[in-house]
Nanobody, 124 residues
């Protein structure tokens, strides 16, 4: 199975940027479609972005479309989430997840492996 470790979270002012990384070990990341999810206190985990196994197709939630870019480097066994124009409502714990399907899906139950999460806090 694959182990996932997120990094890159932190405290940033509104309008700022962060780049999250998700490093995989145990198995090559090219076997999986990948997704980023987030969970704010008191809220359900929500889909942020996804990328197909090949990297040719990406998906974004309406709330981040145009501000966020997901990418992957199968050579580095890493998936990235570049977040720009951050807003206070983007504050959450961000998780990466791996799916055995070819395409990423916004439903969290389609993902078999999850990282521990990285905190993103956006201040006003």
């Amino acid at each position: 199975q694959v182990q996932l470790v997120e990094s890159g979270g932190g405290l940033v002012q509104a309008g700022g940027s962060l780049r999250l990384s998700c490093a995989a070990s145990g198995r090559t990341l090219s076997r999986y479609a990948m997704g980023w999810f987030r969970q704010a206190p008191g809220k359900e985990r929500e889909f942020v972005a996804g990328i197909s196994r090949s990297g040719s197709t990406t998906y974004y939630s309406d709330s981040v479309e145009g501000r966020v870019t997901i990418s992957r480097s199968n050579a580095e066994n890493t998936v990235y989430l570049q977040m720009n124009s951050l807003k206070p409502e983007d504050t959450a714990v961000y998780y990466c997840a791996a799916s055995n399907f070819l395409q990423a899906d916004p439903q969290p139950q389609t993902y078999s492996y999850w990282g521990q999460g990285t905190q993103v806090t956006v201040s006003t």
